[in-house]
């Protein structure tokens, strides 16, 4: 049996993950009304199976918490031993809560491992959108299954080195793998995630390179300030290539059903009081996409001091 507060922790778990799974399915359905023929094939062009993917993530993540005091259990064991084998080879290996191991060429391989598998990752995601297939071939089947497998272990092997604390399995590192692990699953599963968040794989070459710089071991290959501004364009790339992908997922699969906008035709244009936020934002930061112009006195004169104020307000916080 458990004890209280391990219990009471596995029962807020429970209920946070059946509040998780209702909304998933009751809220994320994107409603086409009677045009069968702007569904496409099957759920594709849906939310439900985003809906499901993140469910699936919420219990891996509840699933890997409550894993983590028996583990932290076995760990404590092992330091009363005289060998201490889990130590040293954490240690010697994978360094500990960030320090460099001694020897450092298995996290090397671990790192070249991860950045390989990520960018295998990022390619088949991209391929998935050109063109959309409703069963994963044996490639990427394989794909799956191997890079599953080896982000799983490093996983583990990352809790290791932070000798399974709470703090590592709810830190952003360890939820970023959860939710881009867990898809690579679902879909060897029921294959209908074709857009899923494995997109965001592209932080993990990030990542797995800036580890690389941090253990030193291309500096007799590359020097330090190219090594910088390669860092710099990967973190730029893998930025745009984000929001890219978010915008390409929203734009395919649409609006929720619950979040309809409903517009006011006036000279300007049909607006909203969220399409006037929009374009706002864009106005303001400079941006200017064009797409709407006051057209009265009034809205013009207004626009006249929002922009300045907006060029001042976004000067004033950069500068803080």
């Not at 409603?31 to 219990?59: E, M, N, R, T």
């Not at 583990?71 to 080879?89: A, C, E, H, M, P």
């Not at 879909?187 to 580890?211: C, D, H, M, N």
């Not at 090594?227 to 730029?236: E, T, W």
């Amino acid at each position: 049996d458990l004890p209280d507060p391990y219990r009471s922790a596995e029962l807020s778990l429970f209920h946070v993950l059946q509040l998780a799974v209702t909304f998933a399915m009751n809220y994320t359905t994107t409603d086409y009304g009677d045009d069968d023929s702007a569904k496409g094939p099957a759920v594709w062009y849906s939310w439900d199976p985003i809906g499901l993917d993140l469910s699936w993530c919420l219990l891996a993540q509840s699933i890997l918490m409550l894993m983590s005091y028996p583990l932290r259990w076995i760990y404590s064991l092992d330091q009363y031993k005289s060998i201490k084998w889990l130590q040293r080879f954490s240690v010697d290996y994978l360094g500990k809560y960030g320090d460099p191991p001694r020897e450092k060429w298995l996290l090397v391989i671990l790192l070249v491992g991860q950045l390989i598998c990520s960018g295998v990752n990022v390619y088949e995601w991209i391929s998935s959108t050109y063109a959309p297939s409703q069963h994963l071939n044996e490639i990427a089947r394989g794909q799956n299954i191997v890079t599953a497998v080896f982000f799983g272990l490093f996983y583990f092997a990352n809790a290791l080195s932070q000798e399974f604390s709470m703090g590592y399995f709810t830190s952003p590192d360890a939820v970023f793998d959860v939710l881009t692990i867990t898809p690579l699953v679902t879909q060897l599963i029921y294959e209908e995630t074709w857009l899923s968040l494995v997109f965001l794989r592209s932080w993990g070459i990030v990542k797995a390179y800036v580890r690389l710089d941090t253990l030193r071991v291309m500096n007799s290959f590359v020097s330090a300030i190219t090594q910088g501004y390669i860092i710099s364009v990967l973190k730029f790339v893998s930025f745009v290539f984000t929001l890219s992908s978010c915008m390409y997922i929203i734009e395919v699969l649409g609006d929720f059903s619950w979040m309809r906008d409903t517009f006011i035709e006036v000279e300007m244009g049909s607006i909203s009081v969220f399409q006037m936020f929009y374009w706002m934002v864009t106005t303001v930061s400079t941006v200017g996409y064009g797409d709407f112009s006051p057209t009265g006195v009034l809205g013009r004169g207004f626009v006249c001091i929002a922009i300045p104020a907006g060029v001042i307000f976004f000067t004033v916080i950069t500068g803080e």
